[in-house]
């Protein structure tokens, strides 16, 4: 494989209470679509990382997805930067002439849909932190409880899903309204937590302080730039010993000009 392992899930290693079994987990990755990645059926790939794990290893030969399924679709669906590369079908309606798409492809083009979707079960104290996030988003904190408490983790474990829809739409064309420049396709966004739409700005809010996604491969290759080993170095040096030398760089600069 490439090297990628994926963080799957984190570990709340300061509540007695828990006693190792009940921690915070990501329990299932999903997408549909996202840059061409379909089932035969067009259901959605779905990837179940277990029930409590500590680790979790994706291993896979280069170029098979496993960055994408993974690490992008979290990215996404904790609020991270979505591009049109997202929605294939979207680029691919535009180059096809009408002759040569079959009427069951149009109705998927006229879709133009990719959406991702990842379940977390969260114990003490994500679950109070993220009850209180509820709260100020204007959310009800009884949503992390969905299903009916029928073993020992529901009475424990609160249920966060959030998700994202990436679409290409033409506000001009859904209102009826024919303008020159109606061809142009918008990439749009929408999002819910647990089922109630809320904003991008209440996804990132809500799902921040509970992921990160670490990419080896991008932070290895930064080393190789002298700007990026210096800040490195920076961040050990006192800011205001960091002012002075930036100062005295101008004031070098400007001598020697």
Known sequence: GDGNNEPSSFVDANSSSNAGRYNSYISQIK?????????????DIVISLGTHPNLVAVTG???TGKSL???????????????????PRANSANSSSEESISSIEKNTLLENQ??????????????????????????????????????NDDNVLGTLVLKRVLSMGNPAATAGITTP?????????SCEING?????KTLKTISGP???????????SA??????????????????ILVYARTTKMDYGACRK
């Open 69 to 87: 399924l993974i690490a992008k679709t979290v990215d996404l669906v904790t609020g991270g930067k979505a591009t049109a590369s997202y929605i």
């Open 210 to 220: 509970l992921v990160v996604v670490i990419d080896a491969a991008v932070a290895a």
């Open 181 to 189: 420049s109606s061809q142009t396709q918008r990439l749009k966004s």
């Open 114 to 151: 990719a959406s991702v979707e990842m379940v977390l079960r969260l114990s003490e104290p994500h679950l109070s932190s993220v009850k209180d996030l509820f709260v100020n988003c204007g959310l009800d904190p009884s949503l992390l409880f969905p299903r009916k408490k029928e073993n």
């Open 61 to 63: 030969e280069t170029g």
């Open 223 to 240: 080393l190789s730039k002298p700007a990026s080993r210096m800040a490195i170095i920076d961040t050990a040096v006192p800011p205001e």
């Open 31 to 43: 997408s549909k679509n996202l840059a061409g990645f379909v089932q035969p059926n067009s259901e």
């Open 196 to 200: 109630v739409p809320v904003t991008l």
